[in-house]
């Protein structure tokens, strides 16, 4: 929490009591997630540097990890042909415009093969028709858009919560005088990602970033025993 922006120190103790009367050591994300997002950050202009710092710092590496959440593209809604946006209306409304346009169409004319002479209609930037693809459009965004702060506000949740664990567990480990873990990857394809992560804090614990799987695995020398 210490590099989330937007939310005040206070809010942030309140946070972390929800998350204790849950009982779980924040594992029990369903006990806390939804009512933690709705009372301290939907909404809200917040931001959590520990992730924008991440996706700088890949963005100039030029790659990503392989489990990297982009919520930036979550916002983006995906890009639709004009085609594909036609198919979305009802099949009234297409025969209704082409009827306008003077374009002929068989009466039992399937809906791809109304949405397809829509498309190409001399008329149809012109028409009452465009302007509510525009709108369904506009909408589309908005969505997405709403998405994003819920999606970062979920990654940072989680992050937290394994965090967390990770710390219990060595913990746990060194009480019972393990001392060496080893890196458990998921793809070793990520191996310079947690690299750089550990090579810039010695001292992290999994997930190393956003989204990160790694796991530490406790190596016990067997010759102490």
């Given at each position: 929490?210490?590099?989330?922006?937007?939310?005040?120190?206070?809010?942030?103790?309140?946070?972390?009591?929800?998350?204790?009367?849950?009982?779980?050591?924040?594992?029990?994300?369903?006990?806390?997630?939804?009512?933690?997002?709705?009372?301290?950050?939907?909404?809200?202009?917040?931001?959590?540097?520990?992730?924008?710092?991440?996706?700088?710092?890949?963005?100039?590496?030029?790659?990503?990890?392989?489990?990297?959440?982009?919520v930036d593209q979550?916002?983006?809604?995906?890009?639709?042909?004009?085609?594909?946006?036609?198919?979305?209306?009802?099949?009234?409304?297409?025969?209704?415009?082409?009827?306008?346009?003077?374009?002929?169409?068989?009466?039992?004319?399937?809906?791809?093969?109304?949405?397809?002479?829509?498309?190409?209609?001399?008329?149809?930037?012109?028409?009452?028709?465009?302007?509510?693809?525009?709108?369904?459009?506009?909408?589309?965004?908005?969505?997405?858009?709403?998405?994003?702060?819920?999606?970062?506000?979920?990654?940072?949740?989680?992050?937290?919560?394994?965090?967390?664990?990770?710390?219990?567990?060595?913990?746990?480990?060194?009480?019972?005088?393990?001392?060496?873990?080893?890196?458990?990857?998921?793809?070793?394809?990520?191996r310079k990602f947690?690299?750089?992560?550990?090579?810039?804090?010695?001292?992290?614990?999994?997930?190393?970033?956003?989204?990160?799987?790694?796991?530490?695995?406790?190596?016990?020398?067997?010759?102490?025993?």
């Amino acid at each position: 929490m210490e590099t989330v922006e937007g939310i005040s120190a206070e809010e942030k103790s309140q946070l972390r009591d929800l998350v204790t009367e849950t009982g779980s050591d924040g594992l029990n994300l369903g006990g806390y997630f939804e009512k933690g997002y709705e009372v301290f950050f939907k909404g809200r202009q917040w931001k959590w540097g520990e992730y924008e710092e991440w996706r700088d710092t890949f963005e100039r590496l030029g790659s990503f990890p392989s489990n990297w959440i982009d919520v930036d593209q979550i916002a983006r809604p995906g890009t639709r042909s004009t085609y594909d946006q036609l198919l979305e209306l009802r099949i009234l409304e297409l025969r209704e415009f082409l009827i306008a346009e003077g374009i002929s169409f068989d009466a039992d004319a399937p809906k791809a093969q109304l949405a397809s002479l829509a498309e190409h209609a001399p008329g149809l930037s012109a028409s009452s028709l465009w302007a509510r693809l525009q709108q369904n459009e506009e909408e589309a965004r908005q969505k997405a858009e709403a998405r994003r702060p819920k999606a970062l506000y979920d990654l940072l949740m989680r992050t937290i919560a394994y965090r967390a664990k990770s710390v219990r567990d060595l913990e746990r480990a060194h009480s019972n005088g393990i001392q060496r873990h080893e890196v458990m990857l998921v793809l070793e394809a990520d191996r310079k990602f947690i690299d750089l992560a550990r090579k810039k804090n010695p001292q992290a614990v999994p997930p190393y970033y956003p989204n990160d799987f790694t796991q530490l695995r406790p190596i016990v020398d067997f010759s102490k025993q």
